[in-house]
């Protein structure tokens, strides 16, 4: 694992680097293979990076759209990732219908959802159970509480090491989210952290020592490049 952590200025400076970093790998993917896999990130840090990469001359029909996890609700609900990544980001550029693979969420049963959504990941790359697929960038984000896609404290989707796609908990609302050993699978994983009340959880998930379980964030550690985009604000933490 190559880490690399950077503390920008502003939160304004932290998108720039971020978009600066996402298509150089982007570009360095589609040269190698052809075609590059992101698994986007929820929440709002990640949404202004959304909104810039809306802005550029990609080839879009070599790039295919996953996601790390998702809130499980109907893909039109205001809290859903799928949805807010579509307004920004998706609806705007010329992207193949069939090069964005949203989580399911409508068989009102967060398990069969993910099973499906590994069915969809494995015909995907074209590998069997067991295998694991390596994305080239993933895209996440962290709670105050150091969570990470919608691995949460304390909850067993931090355990799961047999299947790429789990159910999540938070405060007992069920998410859809990768696991931990597809995460670590990835060829470049990349955390966009802004704010001050992120210093706590980052002081722990970069201690020497601290609990896995408690701060899920340092579960990533992933094959290839971890790289660690941080604001001044939340950067602090670091000091
Ligand atoms: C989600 C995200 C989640 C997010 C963090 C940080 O579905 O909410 O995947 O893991 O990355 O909660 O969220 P902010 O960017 O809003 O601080």
Partial sequence: MQKVVEVLGSREELIERS???????????IAER?????????GSTPEPLYRSLATQDLPWDKIHVFWGDERYVAPE????????????WLDRVNIPAGNIHPMPTGAGDPAADCRAYQTELQQFFQISDGEVPAFDIILLGIGDDAHTASLFPGTAALQVRSALVTVGNKDGQPRIT???????RARCVIFMVAG???Q????????PAADDMTYPARLVQPEGELWWLLDALAGAALK
């Fill in 19 to 29: 978009l600066a970093v996402v298509l150089s790998k982007i570009t360095a993917a």
């Fill in 34 to 42: 052809g075609m590059c896999t992101i698994a986007a990130a929820g």
């Fill in 77 to 88: 609900h205001q809290d859903s990732n799928q949805k807010m990544a579509r307004l920004v």
């Fill in 200 to 207: 706590p959880a980052l002081a722990e998930i970069f201690a």
């Fill in 196 to 198: 001050a009340s992120k």
């Fill in 178 to 184: 990768f696991t931990v050993p597809l995460i670590n």
